[in-house]
């Protein structure tokens, strides 16, 4: 049974830091590319963050550019999401999901975590 469980959510102040984790069970986790998406009520789901099976290639939203950083740990089946300079308007609920291509499209990720909430005031 496939498992993406994301911890790590809270509430901070602006300026604030938290480190998102994604632990993954249940497929080979380390062949697959993996992701972090958010969404806030009402808003198409928006891609924060990519990752491919050995870390080696990254990617981060315009937005997210120098205050996020994405991290694997193979050996652990865990995904990060390292966010500093943490602004109003990342709040959110933050999933994490993987793929077996490198992509940016929601649609192509087969499987996604259930996601963990972000909020952040000003």
């Known amino acids: 049974q496939v498992q993406l469980q994301e911890s790590g959510g809270g509430s901070v102040q602006a300026g604030g830091s938290l480190r998102l984790s994604c632990a993954a069970s249940?497929?080979?986790?380390?062949?697959?590319?993996m992701a972090w998406f958010r969404q806030t009520p009402g808003k198409e789901r928006e891609g924060v963050a990519n990752?491919?099976?050995?870390?080696?290639?990254?990617y981060l939203t315009t937005s997210v550019k120098g205050r996020f950083t994405i991290s694997r740990d193979n050996a652990k089946n865990t995904l990060y999401l390292q966010m500093y300079s943490l602004k109003p308007e990342d709040t959110a609920m933050y999933h994490c999901?993987?793929?077996?291509?490198?992509?940016?499209?929601?649609?192509?990720?087969?499987?996604w975590g259930q996601g963990t909430q972000v909020t952040v005031s000003s």
């Open positions: 249940g497929y080979p986790y380390r062949n697959y590319y």
């Open positions: 999901a993987a793929a077996p291509i490198w992509t940016t499209r929601p649609g192509d990720y087969n499987y």
């Open positions: 990752i491919s099976p050995d870390g080696g290639a990254t």
